[in-house]
């Protein structure tokens, strides 16, 4: 499971750093995957490719409380607090993140992934 979970980890954050890389969006997710965020709602693939030709990298990425969970031999969880600033930002872009990662054609590819607002600093 580590070498699954090092590699898994490292391609969720790249869906972060690489954001602004079509190509990565492209190679790295299922044909049928599904992106839920709010406040923007679902984003298939197709959209997501396209945003991500527009997009600017998150910097300062940290991912916390990281959750990897072995569903089956080919589907792997992730979940955790995900934050990271993009372009100019003065706050950062918050978020509870949950996704799944199956296994096709010998690479670990994002089937789906769901983010919603996380505010640490509130009690």
């Known amino acids: 499971m580590?070498?699954?979970k090092d590699a898994i980890l490292a391609l969720e954050r790249g869906f972060w750093e690489k954001s602004d890389d079509s190509?990565?969006?492209?190679e790295n997710m299922t044909d049928d995957a599904?992106?839920?965020i709010e406040p923007m709602g679902f984003v298939e693939k197709a959209q997501a490719v396209e945003m991500s030709a527009k997009s600017k990298p998150w910097t300062?990425?940290?991912m916390k409380?990281?959750?990897v969970q072995?569903?089956?031999?080919?589907?792997v969880s992730v979940a955790y607090h995900g934050e990271g600033y993009q372009g100019d930002a003065k706050e950062p872009y918050r978020a509870t993140v949950s996704s799944v990662y199956v296994h096709r054609d010998g690479n670990w590819k994002l089937a789906l992934t769901s983010?919603?607002?996380w505010k640490p600093d509130e009690k």
């Open 70 to 75: 072995e569903l089956t031999d080919d589907c």
């Open 2 to 4: 580590k070498s699954n």
């Open 65 to 67: 409380d990281v959750h």
């Open 115 to 117: 983010h919603q607002p």
């Open 23 to 26: 190509k990565y969006f492209r």
């Open 60 to 62: 300062k990425v940290s």
């Open 34 to 36: 599904l992106n839920v």
